[in-house]
């Protein structure tokens, strides 16, 4: 007990980036591949570091792209190693055809994204589009909001990903230049922890000449129906699994997170969901809105796949008005966001509050707790007024008026 207070208090200066390039080598990696695509860069740069200065014995694999990163890691996954990529944007994009091979393969690769805007316009900066784009290729999907649940996040994806009843792959997120490329202290575990908490043992499928099997073959129409009703159910019934596993991490290093997390929401008449680093200023926005009679509360959406339903009805469902932060656009739907629309469909047959949609922060447009203070108002105007629109507020669009 002495030995884990002791490590618990080795703090680092870390970006988000170095952080989760930290988790990867304290959950003791066999194989790295990772094609650079800003603002990711920096995390497989410093693994090549790690490994380089002996801190990580581990292979990595440099490829011409993104598509090859991916594929490379499920080759080795394959083979019964713990494997590791990271991406962002347009490169997780390229992924798009062998994310779907990968949860199809039920192989525990990990992967981390530093979330980017999508071209064009060409942006290298910050928003949610690509991992929304995502959402339904069969990953368990955790958004993270600061350095240190990152570097949790990755250590605990291993956990989840290779627990037996569960076999999918994970990919941890976070706000790509607002969190990647910004320092904050971070409590690192060390090394052990992939002893204590992650212990390597196969508890997957491998290729094995010794045991011959065979591994992403053509299908019949008579199997491939069963092949994707059995991955819905494995993701459906890996939130518990998600659940315990944040559960003893927090038991064993004092940190947890849950899958929804909330702040003054006991006795407020209204909230706002949102997702990774915006949670933070969310929280601010509250006390401010608080000061002028508004019982508002601020709501977090750290796990989006699979859909924590009954942990958010059981925050949202006394709450007057439900106002919903989505970075990314599902063009041609009403509202325009993904998870308020994720989130409308879940309860339609509950007694839910009138959900309002917000779209802001596209290309990293700047949001400041003003900003959220000006959502939360502009939500409890609606509410009052009984005048919730259908349709998505688009915040900070230039010449637009609210």
Known sequence: MTAVIER???????????????????????????YPITPQTTVVERIAELIGEGQLEAEIIHVESEHSALSAVIGASAVGARVFTATAS????????VLHITSGLRLPVVMSVAMRSLSAPISIFNDHSDVMNQRDSGWIMIFASTAQE?????????????NPEVLLP???TYDGYLMSHTIEPVEVLGKY???EYIPKKQTWNVLDPDKPITMGTITSPDYYYEFKYSQAVALEGSLPHIIKADEDFRKLYGRGYGVVDSYRLEDAEIAVLATSSYYINLKYAVDEVRKRGI?????KLRVYRPFPREQLYSMIKGLSALGVIDRSVSFGMTPSGPIAL?????????DAPPVQSFIAGLGQRRMLIEDFVKIFEILEKRAATNSISEKSIFYGVKGVEL
Do not use: C, F, P, W
């Open 295 to 299: 019982k508002a509360g601020a709501i």
């Open 90 to 97: 347009q490169g997780l994009a390229l992924m798009h055809e």
């Open 342 to 350: 994720d989130i409308m469909s879940s309860y339609r047959y509950r």
């Open 170 to 172: 994970v990919m941890v």
């Open 8 to 34: 618990r208090k080795e703090m680092k200066a870390l970006s988000t980036n170095k952080a989760v390039a930290e988790a990867v080598k304290d959950s003791d990696v066999d194989v790295v591949a990772a």
């Open 150 to 162: 990152a570097y949790d996040s990755i250590i605990q994806a291993y956990r989840i990903a290779e």
């Open 193 to 195: 922890v992939s002893e």
